[in-house]
């Protein structure tokens, strides 16, 4: 059976999930829609160039029109959304109405768990509704599944990932690969983990640590919001310790706290020579610009980690994920594990793999089918199972 896919917000991540698709869903069309005309244009032509066939179709839709978003919704068997984090819940409610299934990209726990109160919705329509798919939250929590499933007994899973430059230029050493304020998201607020079999918010910019990736040498990881997602909540009981952290070259972590620390990420508004306006719009709509003008071909590390029981004996499985910007098809590396991923858990969901209503991302698809999934890709991925030896 073909499906008829809509992209929702047709950017950069959005146009690598297109890509995924027209590659290994076989759709009937995919609409890629867009509030800009002229990007809607011109991801479907890069697609269709892509792939040697015109298999998408260009459509201006207006995200937070209801009646301009049904109509661009009741075409479509299964949308992905990729408009910012906190329209999601708002996509979520016309797919109910317009009984189209639905994955998106997520980014902030808060805004998921609104999109998750449309289940019973959902339910009725008989319809699937997932957030949170795509790398930080998304992959790197099916990584998290694939460690669980292969222990008889999970004790802890620490999760890893970073999309980086791969020529890094100081004062920060990072190339912006999305928005500013979906960066600033990741770096504000708190982050939800577990902690001896309990829920904790812990805060970001927090518990720098060093670890070594081998493709990077020395790097630093540190506390960021969203990455684990509703994973925490899911393994409540099963696994005691479950926790993300944003992998960067040395020293990052400590530049962008002092932006958090000195007020420039507040969300109160301030007067300033007799306007007002919000810190956080004023940081991004400069810093945004400012940090984009660095050019440079991107890579992403990401890292899952775990320990627990196998046949009686303690066992650590580690799963090592490395890519580059692909030259071939001029995808960041950042747009393929992020669009890719997308992809995979939107085709589990149009094959009706995927129980109806609002459905988290743990539960949406095994780690382990995921993981088969993405090495059909062609992307660096190894796995390590060792046992561990304890000292007497």
């Known amino acids: 059976m073909q499906n008829t896919y809509g992209i929702l917000g047709s950017g950069m991540q959005g146009t690598a999930a297109a890509y995924d698709l027209a590659k290994f869903a076989s759709p009937s069309r995919i609409f890629v829609g867009d509030y800009d005309m002229k990007q809607a244009q011109a991801c479907a032509d890069r697609v269709n160039g892509l792939i040697g066939d015109i298999i998408c179709e260009p459509v201006r839709v207006d995200a937070l029109d209801k009646a301009n978003l049904s109509d661009f919704l009741t075409k479509i068997d299964t949308v992905l959304s990729c408009v910012p984090y906190w329209m999601h819940p708002k996509v979520a409610e016309a797919c109910c109405e317009s009984v189209t299934d639905m994955v998106d990209l997520g980014g902030n726990t808060d805004v998921t768990m609104q999109t998750l109160d449309f289940h019973a919705k959902a339910l009725e329509a008989d319809i699937s509704i997932v957030p949170d798919t795509g790398l930080a939250p998304g992959l790197v929590n099916s990584l998290g599944s694939y460690i669980i499933e292969s222990l008889d007994e999970c004790e802890t899973v620490k999760l890893y990932c970073g999309v980086l430059p791969q020529n890094p230029k100081p004062p920060f050493n990072y190339k912006l690969t999305f928005n500013m304020e979906g960066l600033v998201t990741e770096y504000d607020y708190e982050a939800v983990v577990l902690r001896d079999g309990e829920i904790h918010k812990v805060p970001t910019l927090t518990e720098l640590e060093t670890l070594t990736i081998d ?69 991004n709509a400069v810093f945004g610009p400012a940090l984009a ?100």
């Open 215 to 283: 493709q990077l040498g020395e790097m630093e990881a540190f506390v960021t919001s969203g990455g684990t997602s509703t994973a925490p909540y899911t393994h409540h009981g099963k696994v005691k310790n479950y926790e993300y952290k944003t992998i960067r070259f040395p020293g990052h972590c400590e530049k962008m706290k002092l932006f958090k620390d000195f007020g420039l990420w507040r969300e109160d508004h301030v007067s300033v020579q007799g306007g007002s306006v919000r810190p956080k719009d004023v940081f």
């Open 293 to 392: 003008q660095f050019v440079d071909q991107d890579l992403c590390a990401v890292r899952g980690i775990g320990w627990g029981v196998r046949d009686g004996k303690k066992t650590q499985v580690k799963i090592d994920i490395f890519d580059k910007e692909d030259p071939t098809t001029g995808f960041t590396s950042m747009e393929r594990l992020t669009g890719f991923s997308m992809s995979i858990i939107a085709q589990e969901v149009a094959q009706g793999k995927v129980a109806k209503g609002g459905v988290r991302y743990e539960n949406a698809m095994k780690g382990k089918d995921f993981m088969r999934e993405l090495r059909r890709r062609p992307f660096e991925v190894r796995i390590e199972e060792t046992i561990v030896i304890e000292d007497v």
